[in-house]
């Protein structure tokens, strides 16, 4: 449905102009296939980069066909892939095309030089992504200048893991520290990376320790992996040979490399000379891109995780420019009563588990950084908005409602999973916050504490929400019985 209204807003335009304005293969092909075109798209990106990780070669073309997939998938992804690290990882996968040659495949190519463009290319990603991150920050929430914002981070983040708790209930003293830190590492270490070699090199060590630290306190996906990345281009050979074993086979090839070059320097020849006027090509266009990107920095009104060109070229980036502080979260009910009984006199309602948000209050906070839940994350962003705001969550209960194996496979537990279906999903809205070291819940065993807020969604049913997907051009799920689909 999304293709075709793309196809229908650009119905004046040519396939190629549309494709300028939403880059996607997915344009070119039958959108009655799309799944399998989709499947397709996602099988050819698995293979080329099983390959290029498991024989450390690549040249410019599998670059650009990883590039062009991924891009092909998140311009149709629409709020599955809304997230700020989707642009971050197309402007890096760009960047690398130019680090490769255009079709050797040699884990240490001979004269292919580092261009020089794309090395500050990425020292300017880095810069943008921190300082952006830093000024958001200064500009959208009180507590980041209080020094009061990691007082509530830990509890109230996307999607906490088991040192997220322990971090919480830390001191306030250190929390404050926390914050200053934070500031330092977002709004003044960022100048380090255009310094000498020296601070260059702390400049890039004091971002790779700041994702780690990320990292190890809790799940933002692969961001933070991903953001590592560019920080690395603030390095050179020597401050990153210790890293392989003196008779490492790439190490020597470089030291060969290196030493014929100081012999016999090389004559430019007719490649290298189209290579650099393709570099300079490429510095220009960054330059020309950077430039709304600077004006958003410069600006009072900073918007963060934006792009201003289709290609998501250059883009702007920012994180938790406001922290909530408390906790909410939207808990998916389901009963097979054939009436609404209220829960006081009788009514039975079995929750759904997901498989990384809080739920359970005995339920350890899980692990999986640098694997990204989309639901959990979406369901999050969802608790401090309204279901009207998202009605994708009504579509999501239509497709529990019918025990649909795509939706119950992102969850990890369906409590109608033995072959029945519930009458009524019903959404109830939580208030969560860690349970107390030492306290009486801990005791018990508690990571959470839950109070109940009230009604997220009402109780709905699968009939019931028939003409509201017809409305969204959504299909009506089909249920696996028909004895259940005549009750409802």
């Given at each position: 449905m999304y293709l075709k209204r793309i196809k229908q807003h650009f119905s004046q335009e040519t396939e190629w102009k549309t494709f300028l304005h939403v880059p996607t293969l997915l344009l070119f092909t039958d959108p009655a296939q799309v799944d399998q075109h989709l499947?397709?798209?996602?099988?050819?990106?698995?293979?080329?980069?099983?390959?290029?990780?498991?024989?450390?070669?690549?040249?410019?073309?599998?670059?650009?066909?990883?590039?062009?997939?991924?891009?092909?998938?998140?311009?149709?992804?629409?709020?599955?892939?809304?997230?700020?690290?989707?642009?971050?990882?197309?402007?890096?996968?760009?960047?690398?095309?130019?680090?490769?040659?255009?079709?050797?495949?040699?884990?240490?190519p001979a004269q292919t030089p580092i261009p020089l463009v794309v090395i500050y290319g990425y020292r300017w990603l880095i810069f943008r992504i921190m300082l952006g991150a830093g000024l958001i920050k200064i500009r959208g929430d009180q507590c980041w200048r209080d020094l009061t914002c990691m007082n509530y981070h830990y509890e109230t983040q996307p999607v906490p893991n088991p040192i997220s708790?322990?971090?919480?209930?830390?001191?306030?003293?250190?929390?404050?520290?926390?914050?200053?830190?934070?500031?330092?590492?977002?709004?003044?270490?960022?100048?380090?990376?255009?310094?000498?070699?020296?601070?260059?090199?702390?400049?890039?060590?004091?971002?790779?320790?700041?994702?780690?630290?990320?990292?190890?306190?809790?799940?933002?996906?692969?961001?933070?992996?991903?953001?590592?990345?560019?920080?690395?281009?603030?390095?050179?050979?020597?401050?990153?040979?210790?890293?392989?074993?003196?008779?490492?086979?790439?190490?020597?090839?470089?030291?060969?490399?290196?030493?014929?070059?100081?012999?016999?320097?090389?004559?430019?020849?007719?490649?290298?000379?189209?290579?650099?006027?393709?570099?300079?090509?490429?510095?220009?266009?960054?330059?020309?891109?950077?430039?709304?990107?600077?004006?958003?920095?410069?600006?009072?009104?900073?918007?963060?995780?934006?792009?201003?060109?289709?290609?998501?070229?250059?883009?702007?980036?920012?994180?938790?420019?406001?922290?909530?502080?408390?906790?909410t979260e939207v808990i998916f009910q389901g009963t097979r009563n054939r009436t609404i009984i209220p829960d006081d006199q009788g009514g039975i309602w079995q929750e759904y588990e997901f498989k990384c948000k809080p739920g359970s209050v005995a339920r350890r906070p899980c692990l999986i950084s640098p694997y990204h839940y989309r639901l959990d994350w979406l369901m999050w962003f969802a608790a401090f908005q309204n279901y009207q705001y998202n009605p994708w969550l009504i579509h999501l209960a239509a497709k529990l409602l019918a025990n649909d194996e795509q939706a119950t496979s992102l969850i990890a537990h369906n409590p109608f999973g033995n072959g029945t279906t519930p009458m009524f999903i019903r959404g109830e809205h939580y208030r969560y916050t860690f349970a107390e070291m030492g306290s009486a819940a801990a005791e018990r065993g508690q990571w959470w504490q839950r109070t109940r807020i009230g009604s997220y969604f009402p109780p709905v049913t699968l009939r019931g929400l028939r003409a509201f997907l017809k409305a969204q051009d959504w299909e009506l799920p089909k249920l696996k019985t028909n004895r259940n689909e005549a009750k409802q």
């Open positions: 499947d397709v798209l996602a099988y050819t990106g698995l293979a080329v980069s099983a390959f290029i990780l498991l024989t450390g070669c690549a040249n410019m073309i599998m670059m650009f066909a990883l590039w062009l997939v991924y891009h092909s998938i998140v311009n149709v992804g629409q709020r599955w892939y809304s997230f700020g690290w989707e642009s971050q990882l197309l402007e890096s996968g760009f960047l690398a095309i130019f680090l490769c040659p255009v079709f050797k495949l040699q884990q240490v708790y322990y971090m919480h209930h830390s001191p306030e003293l250190f929390h404050k520290f926390e914050t200053l830190v934070n500031h330092f590492v977002e709004l003044v270490a960022p100048f380090l990376l255009f310094l000498p070699r020296p601070l260059r090199i702390w400049g890039g060590l004091i971002q790779i320790a700041f994702q780690v630290i990320l990292i190890i306190s809790g799940n933002l996906s692969f961001l933070n992996w991903l953001t590592i990345l560019p920080s690395i281009a603030c390095f050179d050979d020597s401050s990153l040979a210790w890293l392989f074993s003196s008779f490492s086979g790439a190490r020597i090839k470089v030291q060969e490399i290196q030493k014929a070059e100081k012999e016999h320097p090389s004559k430019p020849t007719w490649g290298l000379c189209v290579r650099r006027t393709f570099e300079i090509m490429l510095g220009l266009v960054l330059a020309y891109l950077s430039i709304p990107v600077v004006q958003n920095l410069l600006s009072t009104r900073q918007a963060m995780n934006t792009s201003f060109d289709s290609f998501r070229l250059v883009n702007t980036y920012g994180a938790f420019g406001s922290i909530t502080k408390e906790r």
